[in-house]
């Protein structure tokens, strides 16, 4: 007997009818890029892509949500090594916000199915990290 069974044979009564993402999402400015890091971005080339936003003075902000937050921190770790300030009058700075984001999920059941059957609401907190970096001249 696997846990979860009786409940997965629930949840295939239904069909997720929405999926409702309670966080606004930033756009970026002249100065600032926001990279969102999913669970199938590759490492290499987005670090890389920040890595050079960085020598060009831009700020970055990695946003990673989820399953995405450890490859959020893995990116940013990779890339702070690589833009290590060159002199004296640079400073890599960095700043780093948790939060959680909610995710509100509807179900209906299927058609032909029982009756009685209600639909659902589903409301998932994930957590979420945003990543600033940026290299500034030291005053």
């Known amino acids: 007997f696997h846990r979860g069974t009786k409940s997965r044979h629930i949840m295939d009564r239904y069909r997720k009818v929405s999926t409702t993402h309670a966080e606004t999402l930033p756009e970026d400015t002249a100065n600032h890029l926001f ?9 290499k080339r987005t670090t890389q892509f920040v890595e050079d936003q960085l020598k060009q003075g831009k700020m970055v902000t990695l946003h990673g ?9 893995t990116i940013a770790e990779i890339a702070k090594r690589a833009v290590a300030p060159s002199s004296d009058t640079e400073t890599l700075q960095q700043a780093t916000r948790i939060s959680q984001s909610k995710t509100i ?7 032909g199915q029982d ?12 957590p979420t990290l945003d990543i600033d970096l940026s290299l500034k001249m030291a005053t």
Do not use: Y
């Open 35 to 43: 990279v969102f890091v999913k669970q199938h971005t590759n490492i």
């Open 115 to 126: 009756p009685t059957l209600d639909p659902i609401e589903v409301i998932r907190k994930v």
């Open 65 to 73: 949500s989820g399953r995405s937050v450890s490859k959020c921190v």
């Open 105 to 111: 999920e509807r179900w209906e059941p299927k058609p």
